[in-house]
């Protein structure tokens, strides 16, 4: 493994890691005051964050939706982030051209949930070094995740994570299974659990995806109790209006009090 994955799995403090920031970049001003109030929370609870920001949305139903401020706008100011906290950042890769574009900017390459099968995408991120990070597919057993993860190996970086994000279940709803968690973690790589992805509900009639956020609590209480070792949350001063999955994302005032509860699990089970 390599320095980045060794220091969020391997901490004095025996914590999870946390990945969490925005859906998507708004604005520099929104990312840093994220980015602090979060760097705040965990340095005090003592878990590893990365901050973690799209630069732009490949993924919408409707042609209207809100897709990003510009690539190198948002790219920027997710360096910047990186730049004043010193802290890690990850960001979403769509297409194999992209993969050294963002490479430059972040510290870890996400591989989206419906392109986790795409060879190209994942040896290119494999081929720029930094840290790669695959969601699983809502329609791939959580074993099948092992030949995605291999791909990266294979293409000469072993710097891979993997994140739990929920099944498809019927055609407008997701269920996490747990069991998953364990099972992807023989394959050798930390497993994180997508806590607010696993509570969308998609394909609405509306073109806009919606979500259950009444329910991040219980799932990642669930995650942490079943030994993931990272949690993803997308957190947002006011869900209500924000440009990108504003249904299942975490108010940003109840990250601490979440956070706090998570710790005393994760201890508890230690």
């Given at each position: 493994?390599?320095?980045?994955?060794?220091?969020?799995?391997?901490?004095?403090?025996?914590?999870?890691?946390?990945?969490?920031?925005?859906?998507?970049?708004?604005?520099?001003?929104?990312?840093?005051?994220?980015?602090?109030k979060?760097?705040?929370?965990?340095?005090k609870?003592?878990?590893?964050?990365?901050?973690?920001?799209?630069?732009?949305?490949?993924?919408?139903?409707?042609?209207?939706?809100?897709t990003?401020?510009?690539?190198?706008?948002?790219?920027?100011?997710?360096?910047?982030?990186?730049?004043?906290?010193?802290?890690?950042t990850?960001?979403?890769?769509?297409?194999?051209?992209?993969?050294?574009?963002?490479?430059?900017y972040?510290?870890?390459?996400?591989?989206?949930?419906?392109?986790?099968?795409?060879?190209?995408?994942?040896?290119?991120?494999?081929?720029?070094?930094?840290?790669?990070?695959?969601?699983?597919?809502?329609f791939?057993?959580?074993?099948?995740?092992?030949?995605?993860?291999?791909?990266?190996?294979?293409?000469?970086?072993?710097?891979?994570?993997?994140?739990?994000?929920?099944?498809?279940?019927?055609?407008?709803?997701?269920?996490?299974?747990?069991?998953?968690?364990?099972?992807?973690?023989?394959?050798?790589?930390?497993?994180?659990?997508?806590?607010?992805?696993?509570?969308?509900?998609?394909?609405?009639?509306?073109?806009?995806?919606?979500?259950?956020?009444?329910?991040?609590e219980?799932?990642?209480?669930?995650?942490?109790?079943?030994?993931?070792?990272?949690?993803?949350?997308?957190?947002?001063?006011?869900?209500?209006?924000?440009?990108?999955?504003?249904?299942?994302?975490?108010?940003?005032?109840?990250?601490?009090?979440?956070?706090?509860?998570?710790?005393?699990?994760?201890?508890?089970?230690?």
């Amino acid at each position: 493994m390599n320095n980045l994955i060794e220091q969020l799995t391997h901490n004095p403090a025996g914590n999870f890691f946390l990945l969490a920031g925005p859906c998507v970049i708004e604005g520099e001003d929104m990312a840093l005051r994220i980015a602090e109030k979060a760097v705040t929370i965990t340095e005090k609870l003592n878990i590893p964050y990365v901050f973690k920001g799209s630069y732009r949305k490949a993924n919408r139903s409707r042609l209207d939706s809100f897709t990003g401020i510009g690539d190198e706008k948002a790219l920027n100011i997710l360096k910047k982030v990186h730049d004043t906290f010193g802290i890690p950042t990850v960001t979403d890769i769509h297409t194999a051209s992209e993969a050294a574009m963002a490479a430059e900017y972040v510290d870890i390459l996400q591989i989206p949930a419906f392109l986790c099968r795409q060879t190209d995408l994942l040896v290119a991120a494999a081929q720029t070094g930094k840290t790669i990070n695959i969601k699983k597919g809502q329609f791939l057993s959580p074993l099948a995740m092992k030949f995605a993860a291999e791909k990266v190996v294979e293409a000469g970086n072993p710097q891979v994570m993997l994140t739990e994000r929920g099944t498809t279940f019927g055609y407008q709803d997701l269920v996490v299974d747990f069991r998953g968690i364990p099972e992807m973690q023989t394959f050798g790589h930390p497993v994180v659990l997508d806590v607010t992805h696993s509570l969308q509900q998609p394909n609405q009639t509306s073109g806009v995806t919606g979500g259950m956020p009444q329910l991040i609590e219980t799932i990642a209480k669930a995650g942490v109790a079943a030994g993931a070792d990272g949690l993803f949350l997308e957190t947002h001063e006011n869900p209500a209006v924000a440009k990108s999955d504003g249904a299942n994302m975490l108010r940003l005032d109840l990250l601490e009090d979440l956070l706090t509860k998570l710790v005393r699990i994760r201890q508890a089970i230690r």
